[in-house]
């Protein structure tokens, strides 16, 4: 059913040519086709609070510039995450002012700060345990700071020295959401998440070797978690704990 | 170090028998022993916000209610997960007033309305995908409630007819967080996060057969969920999700 | 939204008090919630052509009689699976002329040659690999019987013994559809899709010890089939794989 | 034993040479020899309504070619499948009109409007989650057209944005079959199995990363659907949807 | 097609009212139904050298008792594996002098001296690593004696005391074939691999815990084996091993 | 070989009937038959410096009393593991001064002290993480001990409130070994072996529900752990654990 | 134990110097050092009467090329499996004569007639299910004919097409092995050893996608054959398989 | 907490300007910030015995370069494993005397004779079972030489040729302890295990093809293991087996 048909039928039923039941009906049997003029993205900022982010895997250099270019257009800030050196080039040449993170593979341009989304709960804190692990972790605190949340950062304070992480306990307690992301076995989340008492979002990354099974051993540890209040995303999902943090930190009236 | 060998410690320093760095590197090596006269469930209570939830499984009846009785001694609210009916006879002894739901398998005591914890952000949505998902859903309610938070739960609302869910999505949009317990294929918490604005908790249950592996079918599939903001617990853990929801809920101030 | 908002949006609609884009607007927003008023049994049986089918695992016995006595007032056939002796005998009283089919543990009832399904396009031939295999069978059969189907079956045609069903290779050639369930190594459905030009249900079953891992071995044995139409359903799901035949069975106008 | 041995034993038989039951034996003992005179193409033709289709890995771009050229010079339509560039420039020497198909990395020869095929009982409705899914569903596509079926895409319409899949329920539930091509958390299929009355057969894709071990979760999530009537087949394989679905849109007489 | 079927063709074939072409397209088309006649049992017998075997496991006590009694009715020995102490009861009373043992929990009955099989090639050594080996060793054992070979049995003879397994070596390498069954780390193959120049069949067996897989672990080690010539079965599958070796022990002429 | 066929042997070439090259020939060939004469348990007592412990499960009640009433006749120390209560009601009528521990479900007898172990170089400490794993570090506890070692126990110290296992650092650092015993995510063993300078061996235990599957999770964790020098056994296999550090503490001359 | 040390060993036990159970003692305790001065490829070719054969994967061309040469020079047969083109160009130049089997990645030199394999029992087949099976196929069938036996081969007869094997079941039945490679679903085996009553060995390999996992699909299927009679090797083993199966074919005394 | 916010709560605490009990308190809440003067690597040689090994997968050149100048300059003896060529060319610039074993691919610099850690127990034994292994088993040598252990090696010595490891028994029983690496079937270690009185850590390697699944075959395995006080470490984990190796032999006071 397309808008035109749907006016028609709004038309018909005004004029009483349709009644209360049978207008019911049509409603029923067909009841998501009028959708069809809503563009996706519009109806995605209305629904989810945030525009679309690019994930770039799998998509070609024109096809990621020229989704950039719309979202931009639109008046969206734009996130483009797993975006590679060749496609920022493309994408620069299109979006004046784009930005290339490059540890974290994103593209990103707009202001965080000109945003509604600034007026947030507090402060998502990052947590790497290793250096290894600092791309995913980065690609979770830029998509955070994207969607205009403070970030602070605390790469490399894994458990095998647990002062690290200790000595900065302080920091994860006053946080409004604390990402641990980590890789081989996976314990830092249940260590952070016994000291805090805020909501603790858990990135495995694919770090490791043998037995890590590309994260696997890390995924299940933090799905076992034996600190209440360990929630957890896909290996290597930095995107999504960010994208989770910041829905979080947002304030509901 | 016990706290009578700290304190001695102290009045050696204060005294000036011991110097500056003498004391320090006293503490550096030995940074950990001087928390021994904190009993760990007061600790945990100023640490996380809640005190310690009694994990029945593993332990005897008798352990369980001498547990339950000490929690409830000291002013605290009681929740015991994965408890038996016979757990809660021999609770409910020493808990006057102990409740036991015997769907979630949960006893509690204590007068939610009467805490800290009501000072929420809003309401949790707990959503099941069927019948058979609803222990799990209702340890997660249950838990979330015991913390304080209004719940509302939505049950049997699977996507082979998906406009149930979708006639609730008002319901959903307006909650602080959502809950979604569902076994085997586990693809409602991507319908969900997909209709949503808030951050969704998606608990795999181990219901199915065959090649849902107790579970982890649902468990993949969440994990992999291409709706942004799904964060994920383990199988079965209903309780973890209620727990995590309520400190997403908790304000920051 | 309630029925009751729907119809006050409705009036006003017509009344000329909302504007024609905010009418558009307010369903837009909230497209699905008017769907309230369709029980979802109704629903179900409009959307899919069959009623809602018991899965009775996981559910008690009052709760199957209740549900079962339900759907035969409305005037439906009755199809209840993983059903126990106990169940029947609930059902029973509640059901006159309820039958039980033991060995696939099904609950039936009506007559399926009563209704509009009998117009099918052909035979379904239901073919087993060794006699363990037949309750699941069964379970297939018996499904494609009560939705209309003339089913015939050919059991214990393993390929140990490749002659017993290469003999019987004309019936399986003038199938509408072939069901065919196997355990252990799962090679039947492989063979049968090469002698056959209609579609081959493969339905992996538990059968087997060792690492046949409940059925793993024979469902990727399945998917894995290198004759080209072979399509696979859950292991033990022989229900689903005879509802699907008789999705394929009925005629398209 | 070969075709003259065949020939001497009948006419010995017819001669009188030898007895009923000793030919009988004969033939029991040896009974499929016989078939070695029938080349392996045309048998499958006449039993399985459909020639060879070239599967192309693992094969050298030379025996492609060669392949390709004796089943067109025998007047069979071409279809190559996982066919690289170069294999298709080899194929173009030898069969003139022979086109690509880029996306789906499929060669074809020949026009499926003249073919006994047309007369089929519907449309087939090809439906992708993402665009990266689209080779995947191309390969079935086109397969499917191929085999004379008239075909309608509906790419990108995954579950995270609900309403996109709901707009086009009127076209789903008209098909003769639906195939739902997906990855990551391979939610589709429940989805559209939920709103349709017709055979669904679900492909999962190899898309995502982290806990969707290659397709491994779609895959699980498709075989645990929790709508009825969901048929499977291996991770990628577009060729054997789209070849199992032709097979159900043939009519039966 | 039915014996009545294929005779009536010969006839019209001798009678030369069916040309030689017709008559040998009517033998492909439908080449195998001619094997009707054949009882499955006697085919087997002459196809494979030895007659069907029970396999108890899933089969009523009742069905064992019918089919036994009719394999040794026709004069053939019993083997029926996986059999319960209260099938041999029900065994008992039809076939007169049914021997249980119980350790293997195999039922046999006939005289392996009295056939044909016992001019075999040479002696069968099975060995087992563990004590609680010993019953999959010993089903291995009796079937081969069963099908007329002369059995040697080492058991406990792990890999952790090595010597064990070296001061038997003469005795293995004189064998004909040497079973070797092992659970746990399934070692022992690979050991008495490398001591001998005969065929090693391979036999994983449950026994052990945690990361033991129920067999899983013994399975790849022996898939694995550094050792040339060995051979694998499923996991506790002594028949299969026993049956294998006794294949292996026949003279060829 | 026999002892008496090396006797006989050993006399002709002595008395010179056999060249040196004839005799070294005789050995290489059958170069393991003389061990024959040395039974397995003293062997193995002077190989590895402690007699044979018996590993219960598997073994019925009467093996277990006959097998202990040998070790202790020849006075060696008793361990039974896996011993069930109505196994040590056995053992006890054979072994006067038998002693059951419970927990760990280990029959011993003979008093550690009076042992060489007893000159072990220095306390082997056991941590578990959860009470529930207690019953695992029992089983190493009481190994160790009866092996002559000196043993503490620091339980219930997991990583949800770390500050349990910090405040014990000074007891670990000082260890000879530690024991770390840890089901769910098994973090524990990391966090330890960054507190110490000493070797660690990890247990993971089978304690946890849904994705810690029967204890894979924690094996993963500790096989990957961050920290180096963990040593990791078996799921479960406390035994293990407390043979292996009783190896580590022994003295080397 | 040098050679010298066992030397003086034995003068001074022929001289008197020890005691005949000082002696026993000796060699009880180091019964092995005594094997010193055997080189390993003599002590293989008497143990297993097949000199070693290389394993090139992991060795670098210079090592291939002068093992080789070692192996020839003691006159031995060369079979190098899993060797390049370029490990054939370096030992071209030091083995005159070698060949290189470009399909199934086998260096050898030497002449299977002249060897006193010759002797064998019979026929190898070699079957594979399909054309990208054959370079596995053609790796068991040159070890087995460089090992002495005669081969025949079987190529691309899977049973999609059934009478392609069926029609040479003859060939099949009098052979004294069977060897059947086989990929995807792997179920080939279970036809051939329905068919026959000689050993037969099933060759999962890695050809297929998706579901496949590298052979684990096929690995399975074998391993769970309802055939009795079926032995498998590792994915792809080849030279397992036609090692074992000359094994099998060599005639005991 | 830094250094300087410690110091002024020290002298406002000696001044008497904070009561005992707020001091307390204050440390309390805050237990580790007091452990940021310490640098990682200091607090980490006094805390476990050696400084920091660099692990170089998944660092830049430049950044292996500058921590290894880091560490030397500091007077510690420098470990980076998993180095490349290119990593040794950089860090030999600014390390002048570094040296890079190409085969274990690690870099070192300094004298490990000069180092306290030469008062060990005894020898390491580092075994290989294949020739493939030996690169592991180097990186385990070297990183025992490192930290000041004689290290022998036995390489080539697995368990298909059994006498190899047996003949050399007398050393591995001397040993203080001894490592075992194997890929394949990984059943040295549990041979060795049986052979000696001494720790046994096993490192299983990713040596192997098809269901060896890249090491999983031979750490599961050596899990397994049926000889007690076998130790495993993660996958190709030389550099952990020898790391806890010179644990094990370091004395205790």
Redesign the interface.
């Given at each position: 059913?397309t808008r035109d048909h749907?006016?028609t039928l709004?038309q018909d039923?005004?004029a009483?040519r349709i009644q209360?039941e049978d207008?019911?009906e049509a409603?029923?049997i067909?009841?998501?086709?009028?959708?069809?003029f809503?563009t996706?993205d519009h109806?995605?900022a209305?629904?989810?609070?945030?525009p679309e982010?690019i994930f770039c895997?799998?998509?070609t250099t024109q096809q990621v510039a020229t989704i950039a270019e719309t979202i931009v257009r639109q008046g969206h800030p734009l996130v483009a995450t797993h975006a590679s050196q060749r496609m920022y080039q493309a994408v620069k040449k299109k979006v004046s002012g784009a930005k290339y993170h490059r540890v974290a593979r994103i593209i990103t341009s707009g202001n965080p700060q000109s945003r509604r989304y600034q007026k947030v709960?507090?402060r998502i804190v990052v947590v790497s345990?290793?250096?290894?692990d600092i791309p995913v972790a980065e690609e979770a605190a830029i998509t955070a700071e994207m969607m205009g949340n403070p970030v602070e950062r605390l790469y490399d304070v894994?458990?095998?020295?647990?002062?690290?992480i200790?000595?900065q306990?302080?920091k994860l307690?006053t946080a409004?959401v604390v990402i641990v992301v980590a890789g081989?076995?996976?314990?830092l989340p249940?260590?952070v998440?016994?000291?805090?008492?805020?909501?603790v979002?858990a990135v495995?990354t694919?770090?490791?070797?043998?037995?890590?099974?590309?994260?696997?051993?890390?995924?299940?540890?933090?799905?076992?978690?034996?600190?209440?209040?360990?929630?957890?995303?896909?290996?290597?999902?930095g995107?999504?704990a960010g994208?989770?943090a910041s829905?979080?930190n947002?304030?509901?009236v």
């Open positions: 059913m749907l006016k709004l039923f005004k009483g209360d207008f019911l409603l029923t067909t009841p998501f086709e009028m959708l069809g809503a996706v109806h995605r209305l629904r989810q609070g945030f982010v895997a799998g998509k709960r507090g345990a290793g250096t290894s894994g458990v095998a020295g647990i002062h690290r200790l000595s306990s302080r307690r409004s081989m076995e996976g314990a249940s260590v998440g016994g000291l805090v008492g805020v909501p979002i495995p694919s770090i490791g070797y043998g037995a890590s099974y590309r994260g696997l051993a890390a995924l299940l540890a933090m799905l076992n978690s034996c600190a209440a209040g360990v929630l957890v995303v896909n290996v290597d999902n995107f999504g994208y989770a829905l979080i947002l304030p509901r």
